[in-house]
């Protein structure tokens, strides 16, 4: 057995170093690790460890040895260093997961008012949240922020097709600002200085700021109906004032009347109060016909636009009261209700629009009879009656509304 040179301790012929002096052996054989042996010695690989083949000895004697030492020696494993693994092979090895769970869709509600409570309500959530850094935020599906408000169902989506909670509001405002807007500038260049023109300017910007500032459904609605009326009423004064026909008043009420009533009945098709409406509307209508002599307006014409004109829109009266009975259908259709109520709306506007024209400019040998004050305010009761049509069936709706909720409650006490 050698000796170690430095302490002459015994050693054995694999240490490399001795065990009482710690010195280098010379001449001493170190154990050679696994990994580091050549295929060539005979030592089994680490594919052929894990399969648990080995390869067949060769007949020398370092192959022995190493043979021996492999056995006396408590291997390591070590992993193949193979990065070639593709994401299925890891998939296939990761246990079974669930599938992820579903969040249920929400209402987004239109208006202002329930848009600043939902603002509201995500930038306290937001408040409520820890900070943490991008990493340490957990953006997946189950913690995602579940908006306010109840989940959709089937049910609930019929319900608002056919029930809807505020029909029209965009259309209603959009329609204001811009009639308004064209209304003012149109009083401003024709009406001049004037009280009348004053007046008739604060009524469509009343009409405009009504429609630009935020507030409830219900309000915005009575409010322009009511705005809407009044420069519809200052139009036929000044009308009558100046030897106006005194059947104005009838057809711009049944205008309103008609095309609101009309609207409402495309928002709720199987609400009867907005059959009992129309009929009011097509019996008012039909009366300021029969009235200013619309059906006998086309055997009298003459050869100039200022007769034929205003006598053919009066004709076009008559027939949109008797489309507007198509709002008597089943409930599964709209009947063209909206289309027959918007088209109301502008035919007033252009009966309206030739009856100032004749008289600007009219028939040779005949003096003009309107001056630029009544002007300024006929266009803003041209454009009042316009938004009051529009705005009456959004009271209509908010009326409706309050009526079927008071029924509820009644039942639900009753039950």
């Known amino acids: 057995m050698p000796?170690?040179?430095?302490?002459?301790g015994s050693v054995?012929?694999?240490?490399?170093?001795c065990g009482t002096c710690g010195e280098p052996v010379p001449g001493g054989k170190p154990v050679v690790p696994i990994a580091c042996e050549s295929k060539l010695s005979g030592v089994q690989t680490p594919q052929e460890r894990i399969s648990g083949t080995f390869a067949p000895p060769r007949s020398t004697g370092t192959s022995a040895r190493a043979v021996a030492v492999v056995a006396l020696s408590d291997p390591e494993f070590i992993e193949p260093a193979d990065t070639g693994l593709s994401r299925t092979t890891i998939r296939e090895r990761e246990p079974q997961s669930e599938p992820a769970p579903v969040l249920p869709l929400h209402r987004k509600k239109t208006g202002t008012e329930s848009e600043r409570r939902?603002?509201?309500?995500?930038?306290?959530?937001?408040?409520?949240e820890?900070?943490?850094?991008?990493?340490?935020?957990?953006?997946?599906?189950?913690?995602?922020?579940?908006p306010p408000g109840p989940p959709i169902l089937a049910s609930d989506l019929l319900r608002e097709q056919m029930r809807p909670s505020s029909p029209g509001e965009k259309a209603l405002r959009r329609t204001t600002v811009a009639l308004a807007t064209l209304?003012?500038?149109?009083?401003l260049l024709v009406g001049g200085v004037h009280p009348l023109t004053f007046v008739a300017l604060a009524l469509l910007i009343t009409m405009g700021t009504l429609a630009l500032?935020?507030?409830s459904y219900r309000g915005r609605a009575i409010g322009l109906f009511a705005v809407g009326s009044i420069a519809t009423s200052v139009a036929l004064w000044q009308q009558t004032l100046t030897g106006g026909a005194p059947e104005g008043s009838i057809l711009a009420s049944a205008t309103i009347l008609l095309s609101g009533s009309l609207l409402f009945r495309a928002y709720y098709r199987g609400a009867r109060l907005a059959r009992v409406v129309v009929s009011l509307g097509v019996l008012a209508l039909g009366a300021w016909f029969f009235a200013s002599g619309g059906h006998e307006s086309l055997v009298r014409l003459e050869g100039d636009w200022q007769s034929w004109a205003p006598a053919a829109t009066q004709v076009a009266f008559g027939l949109l009261a008797?489309?507007?009975?198509?709002?008597?259908?089943?409930?599964?259709?709209?009947?063209?209700a909206h289309v027959w109520g918007v088209a109301l709306l502008l035919l007033y506007m252009l009966h309206i629009g030739l009856l100032v024209g004749?008289?600007?400019?009219?028939?040779?040998?005949?003096?003009?009879?309107?001056?630029?004050?009544?002007?300024?305010?006929?266009?803003a009761g041209v454009v009042g009656t316009v938004v009051a049509g529009m705005a009456l069936a959004q009271v209509l709706v908010v009326a409706y509304q309050v009526a079927r909720s008071r029924t509820k409650a009644r039942i639900s006490v009753a039950a």
Do not use: Y
Request: glycine content about 8%; hydrophobic content about 45%.
């Open 358 to 379: 004749s008289d600007v400019w009219p028939v040779g040998g005949v003096e003009v009879s309107i001056q630029g004050p009544t002007i300024a305010a006929i266009l």
């Open 12 to 17: 054995l012929r694999t240490d490399a170093f």
């Open 3 to 8: 000796k170690c040179n430095s302490c002459d």
């Open 130 to 146: 820890p900070r943490a850094s991008a990493a340490e935020r957990d953006t997946s599906l189950p913690h995602a922020p579940i």
């Open 183 to 187: 209304g003012a500038l149109g009083a």
């Open 213 to 215: 500032t935020p507030m």
């Open 322 to 336: 008797l489309l507007s009975l198509m709002a008597f259908m089943d409930n599964s259709t709209r009947g063209g």
């Open 118 to 128: 939902e603002a509201a309500a995500v930038l306290e959530l937001q408040m409520d």
